[in-house]
């Protein structure tokens, strides 16, 4: 399960790395396809030129780059070249795979490089070497993997279809809804359902399938169940509301799952009966939906579309709240521990405070917006001179002087940094939880 984590926040930061490509894409679909708000043959053409050749080689650039960094990503852009000349419907799947095995294999050669070859020679040869496995591995993928990858695809979209046909396309959130939880969610959405859906405008105009996973109704439902059943943390759970209705950012609820899995019931009711919504109205979106907030979904379902759509969103989110309430009112057996604030630190040590990392499992969600709350919680009270960022748990600067995570990730902390300062909350969100931090750090820091 660890394994499968980091695979999931791996991609979730190459995916976000890309997310404006993603929008910038949705937005040229739904208003200039041929069903869209403004049709224009050529406009859309760029979308779609866009979408099978620029997004499949940034995909694979930052996937190869983030194993590599010195040449990582261009070797995985001309492993690919080699699957994208034929069948460009693929081009995410065959990014995801080829580019960090590209990546990996050039880290290691690149250090047998540095250890074996002068260093008078090394550009020469490491470039050298770079554009032979470029060859190799593009006619590897053209010979190899892309006939392997055609047939997954072909089976795959032949499953979907079938689904479709049947009207049981709803019950895929029952294997959609945990992998949000556990940060597949991009796997799951950009590799399979996006490349069928965006083969879907042509012919229909929208698709069901853009919709599957962005649908932000399930999440919305859990928090307003945890907000009206723990009204002691109101403030925190419309914060993290608020998050997800108007920023899109799923990763808020995630944590309150993962610390009561029975959560996952009404999330996935809430999920299939918005679905079936969907399915009974014939609603889709016109485009790849880049974050999930409601807005950005209304905006991308397109002018037929957007009542049904909201009756979606909305059908999900009053099932998976209703299911929360019943299940949160329900005792939990196995109830985690409330433990309070944790506060862990050296006091020996003298050293000011300069740098405060806020950590969450993607470093694009909740920890960015923790920064964010604490640099305005800072400048409020006057301090200045220190550095808030926001990371994931496996990337943490080593030069941290404090780092603040929410206490469900205080174990994914790596050992390296067990010696840090750590503050941990109940939630990254809630600015009620910074005073005694400020205190500390005013004490600290003179």
Known sequence: MKNIHKIGKFY??????????????????????????????DIYAISQLVYKVVLPFMIAYEAGN???????GVLAVLALSGMLVVRSDIGMLGAMLIGPAAGFLWKKENEWIKRNVGASIQMLVRNMALALNGALLA??????????????????????EFLVARGMIIFLSVLIEPAKVFFLNNI????????????????????????LEANPGPGLGILAAL????????????????????????EVYFPYVL?????LVPLILGAISGNWIFSLMNAGAGGTISPGSVFIVLLMAGKENVFGVMAGVAVSALISFAGGVLILRTKNPKKPNERQR??????????????????C?????????????????????HIEGIRVEASSSDMIPEESDLIVCQKEFRHMLPESLKETKVFTLESLVKTEEYGCLVEWIRKRNG
């Not at 799951?188 to 405008?201: E, K, Y």
């Not at 050296?346 to 300069?354: F, L, P, R, S, T």
């Not at 993607?362 to 009270?381: K, P």
């Open 342 to 359: 944790e506060y862990e630190m050296k006091e020996e040590e003298n050293k000011k405070v300069e740098r405060i990392v806020f950590v």
């Open 12 to 41: 979730t930061r190459i995916i976000m790395k890309n997310v404006g490509i993603f929008i910038f894409i949705g937005l040229l679909s739904v208003i200039f396809n041929s069903h869209g708000w403004l049709p224009n043959e």
């Open 139 to 160: 006619f590897g993928g053209y010979f190899l993997v892309l006939p392997i990858l055609a047939i997954v695809g072909e089976m795959i979209g032949k499953g979907i």
């Open 66 to 72: 983030k194993v590599e960094e010195n040449g990582g």
């Open 259 to 263: 610390a009561d899995m029975r959560l």
């Open 188 to 211: 799951v959405n950009h590799s399979i359902l996006v490349p069928i859906a965006m083969g879907q405008l042509d012919k229909t105009g929208s698709s069901i399938l853009f919709l």
């Open 361 to 381: 499992d993607g470093g694009v969600g909740s920890s960015a917006m923790g920064a964010a709350l604490f640099r305005r919680t800072l400048a409020s009270n």
């Open 227 to 250: 907000w009206f059943v723990k009204r002691e943390k109101k403030n925190e759970y419309l914060s993290a509301i608020v998050a997800e209705a108007a920023g899109g950012i799923h």
